[in-house]
């Protein structure tokens, strides 16, 4: 008797005629959004060999990427020009490209407006995916949002054709995992987290970044990936908080913090050593967690304490960097008020050109308020203006060095010589320890 024939999952064929597109090197791909993200993963599609078009509102960003330039900050500049090379790699403003593509990356912003998660640009982006979205497309999201994103607010939009997740398009959730600056690790080397809808959701994902990245390590679910970059950016902001407390307790009793932390650390187990600094800032550490918090009181009511207690030591960092700059000069003889102060970096982090949440800046804003003369520095930055502050890039020199009552090394880009700096200052305030001087009487370190 012939034996009824089994019915194939129509995910499962979705999923592997994917997978074979892409490990054949004929799947397109389409990438919304070219900020740091988005560009990276883009170039890193046409580099492994993929069609991918970038898809940007920014005109003038378009324009540029389209002519070869790398205009992003935290781009990795040799995998935009290796990948630009092959011709694989397009831009535009049109969104109507996705419908030629196999594969859909949403890469956009999601900032915190009053303490709450703005999905704006998620929703945006999702709406204009499923107006030209083909049946058979893997749509994977990369914004960094709270559990349940994927699901609850764009699969509704994907879907509002007619089609259904899971069975006509492919949905899944991969957090970006990219460290602007950082050249130890690139991104292949990184490992991707992927978790999606239904299990041949994470298996297309999966086969996806297989192509980009070295590692990749797949999980149940699509909520499961999104906590999992919430908890990595969590756990750096407590121990960063842990630290930065740590540190006006060591000031308060006389004790070198620095010294402190590098004795803990030879520990060979059990500790990991995070160091202080005048404040968290960039687009992530600072408000990434804030999604956990937030979700935490809505849905379950309850506080999610620790993270709210750390945030508000990091919170308080400049402010108390500026009275330590204060203290400082008065030790010296000198007023905050009408001192002439030279600011040194004020991006966010070293060697990326970067002003979000930055610290540096608002350590500034206090200095300000306290009518303090500043002029400041940046290999990155022309121009400040934020928190209140509006300053013009100073040109670098000995004199303007030597001029000034306080040099403050707040973001110590590489190009900056600490040696020459440390001779030419009459008060050197390293707010990152990156002198290694702190015996030195000219120099004063956080």
């Not at 397109?28 to 580099?47: E, F």
């Not at 509002?160 to 492919?170: H, S, T």
């Not at 994470?202 to 999980?219: I, K, N």
Request: charged share 20%; glycine share 8%; hydrophobic share 45%.
């Amino acid at each position: 008797m012939p034996q009824p024939r089994r019915r194939t999952d129509p995910a499962v064929d979705l999923s592997r005629s994917l997978v074979d597109a892409v490990e054949a090197n004929s799947a397109t791909v389409a990438v919304i959004g070219q900020g740091y993200v988005g560009l990276s993963v883009a170039a890193a599609a046409a580099r492994a060999g993929m069609r991918t078009i970038g898809v940007d509102l920014n005109p003038e960003r378009v324009a540029a990427l389209a002519d070869g330039r790398q205009v992003v900050p935290g781009v990795d500049d040799d995998l935009f020009a290796e990948a630009f090379a092959t011709g694989r790699l397009g831009f535009t403003t049109d969104p109507a490209m996705v419908a030629d593509a196999d594969v859909v990356l949403i890469c956009v912003p999601t900032p915190l407006i009053d303490s709450r998660p703005d999905l704006a640009a998620i929703e945006g982006a999702g709406a204009a995916v499923g107006h030209y979205l083909t049946p058979g497309t893997l749509v994977i999201l990369e914004s960094t949002t709270y559990p349940g994103t994927t699901e609850q607010v764009l699969r509704p939009l994907l879907e509002a054709g007619g089609r259904v997740a899971g069975e006509d398009l492919l949905l899944a959730y991969s957090p970006e995992r990219i460290n602007p600056g950082d050249h130890a690790h690139g991104f292949a080397g990184v490992p991707r987290v992927v978790g999606g809808l239904t299990p041949p959701c994470t298996e297309a994902a999966a086969a996806f970044y297989g192509r980009l990245v070295d590692v990749v390590h797949p999980v149940s679910s699509c909520r499961a990936a999104e906590l999992a970059k919430l908890l990595e950016n969590t756990y750096r902001l407590v121990n960063i908080a842990l630290v930065n407390e740590m540190a006006q307790l060591c000031a308060d009793q006389g004790i070198d913090t620095w010294e402190v932390i590098d004795a803990a650390a030879t520990k060979p187990f059990g500790f990991q050593a995070f160091y202080p600094g005048p404040g968290v800032g960039g687009h992530c550490i600072p408000l990434d967690p804030a999604y956990l918090t937030w979700q935490s009181r809505r849905d379950t009511g309850r506080p999610f304490r620790l993270v709210e207690l750390a945030k508000d030591i990091n919170d308080q960092m400049p402010s108390y960097t500026a009275r330590r700059i204060m203290d400082s000069l008065n030790k010296r003889g000198v007023a905050v008020k009408g001192a002439k102060l030279l600011a040194l970096g004020v991006t966010y982090k070293p060697d990326v050109g970067d002003v979000r949440e930055s610290a540096a800046i608002q350590v500034l804003a206090h200095l300000s308020s306290w009518e303090a003369k500043l002029s400041f520095h940046d290999p990155f930055v022309t121009a400040i203006d934020e928190h209140g502050v509006k300053l013009r890039r100073r040109r670098l020199t000995e004199d303007l060095v030597r001029d000034a009552d306080a040099v403050l090394l707040l973001t110590p880009h590489a190009t900056y010589d600490l040696e020459e700096l440390a001779a030419w200052s009459s008060l050197l305030f390293d707010a990152r320890n990156a002198t290694g001087r702190r015996d030195d009487p000219n120099i004063e370190v956080l």
